[in-house]
């Protein structure tokens, strides 16, 4: 069936790095854009990042535009966060999330990964 | 950044209660707005898209209205696997923008 499973999450001190993978199946991972979308424990949902179904556009929050890095490796059905200067404020659970339509870079969500724990701190 | 507001913050309902949670944009973003419920521990789960479309495989006591700047998520009847968090997406442009959520209690 279709699936985004998340993993890579752990505890890791302040300023170091992280780098997270969300593995799909059951669908053409080449032809959709896929995000990752976090929760600080106890707060709503943080839009991050997207990634284009080919890597050719990317965008990112402000709050980790020039720390996280999306990239995605099609002929693994793989997508990737890389994590730099990780701060307290990122802890979060991240989940990815497939766009409904395909090639699309503005669809809403329709299938979301289970989420990987991410916990910074000293 | 375009802002989405929910209101209200968390109510009370029976089950068999209709609810009604009401999401504002900032600027105008046509009919670009989806719903999701979300249960403890869980991922969230799209509802509806393009503000009124029911998703696939979602029950029919979910529906959507508004464009513009209001939009609306109402739910006829609440089931007891309704009681969860509710949150309004747009997908308008970049950055993409959550409402803080709807907290839907036990009454």
């Known amino acids: 069936q279709v699936q985004l499973v998340e993993s890579g999450g752990g505890v890791v001190q302040p300023g170091r790095s992280l780098r997270l993978s969300c593995a799909a199946s059951?669908?053409?991972?080449?032809?959709?854009?896929i995000h990752w979308v976090r929760q600080a424990p106890g707060r709503g949902l943080e839009w991050v990042a997207i990634i284009s179904y080919d890597g050719s556009n990317k965008y990112y929050a402000d709050s980790v535009k020039g720390r996280f890095t999306i990239s995605r490796d099609n002929s693994k059905n793989t997508l990737y966060l890389q994590m730099n200067s990780l701060r307290a404020e990122d802890t979060a659970v991240y989940y990815c999330a497939k766009d409904r339509r395909d090639y699309e870079l503005l669809s809403a969500f329709d299938i979301w990964g289970q989420g990987t724990m991410v916990t910074v701190s000293s | 950044a375009i802002q989405m507001t929910q209101s209200p913050s968390s109510l009370s309902a029976s089950v068999g209660d209709r609810v009604t949670i009401t999401c504002r944009a900032s600027?105008?973003?046509?009919?670009?707005l989806g719903w999701y419920r979300q249960k403890p521990g869980k991922a969230p789960k799209l509802l509806i898209y393009a503000a009124s479309s029911l998703q696939s495989g979602v029950p029919s006591r979910f529906s959507g209205s508004g464009s513009g700047t209001d939009f609306t998520l109402t739910i006829s009847s609440l089931q007891p696997e309704d009681f969860a968090t509710y949150y309004c997406?747009?997908?308008?442009?970049?950055?993409?923008?959550f409402g803080q959520g709807t907290k839907v209690e036990i009454k």
């Open positions: 600027q105008g973003i046509r009919n670009d």
């Open positions: 059951g669908f053409t991972f080449s032809s959709y854009g």
């Open positions: 997406l747009q997908d308008f442009n970049f950055p993409r923008t």
